[in-house]
């Protein structure tokens, strides 16, 4: 079997991955495993945190800091599709760093982020990128949300509001 026949997968890890020891467990030589250093930061139980450093001390997973260009273009994904409400600063990363991977793929090689989280899901599919869950069905369908006072009628845009800064009632999301 010839190099060029090797398909190159990069499969970025969210924070079930890396509790359910994802990057123990699976792992080639034409598989590049990454997650981002806020997803480590949420890693706190000390059986996961000793696998994910035994995993960067052997090189069988890279930490990448995503471009802020990146986290940029994600944050516009996710208000586009009404996710700003469910997407918190870490799954933007992973959304972030899942753009930056997919635009410098090279023929042949392949992207898949590791997510059981519905609204990275939905993003992620959105944006075309595939990802697989672990321990959920996963979704199929893109969906489409609009981030509203259910009191006045305020549309939110800004991924960091939870509550109307018209009349203090807390937001919600609904299927658009």
């Known amino acids: 079997m010839s190099n060029e026949s090797v398909q190159r997968k990069y499969v970025i890890l969210d924070a079930s991955a890396l509790l359910a020891k994802y990057q123990l467990l699976h792992y080639s030589s034409d598989v590049v ?3 981002t250093p806020l997803v480590v930061n949420e890693i706190k139980d000390h059986e996961s945190k ?3 450093d035994l995993a960067v001390s052997l090189g069988k997973l890279l930490i990448i ?3 802020e260009t990146l986290i940029d273009k994600a944050r516009d994904v996710v208000q586009s599709i009404g996710e700003n409400y469910s997407i918190s600063p ?5 959304i972030a760093l899942a753009l930056q991977l997919k635009s410098k793929l090279k023929r042949g090689e392949v992207i898949v982020v590791i997510t059981d989280d519905y609204s990275i899901q939905n993003t992620l599919l959105n944006a075309g990128i595939a990802f697989k869950p672990l321990r959920t069905r996963g979704i199929k369908i893109p969906r489409k949300y609009v981030v509203i006072c259910p009191t006045c009628s ?3 845009t800004n991924i960091l509001e939870r509550t109307c800064p018209l009349c203090n009632t807390p937001l919600a999301k609904l299927s658009s």
Request: charged share 10%; no cysteine.
């Open 33 to 35: 495993l990454v997650t």
């Open 154 to 156: 305020y549309v939110s």
């Open 65 to 67: 800091e995503p471009q």
């Open 50 to 52: 000793s696998a994910l």
């Open 90 to 94: 870490t799954d933007l990363s992973i």
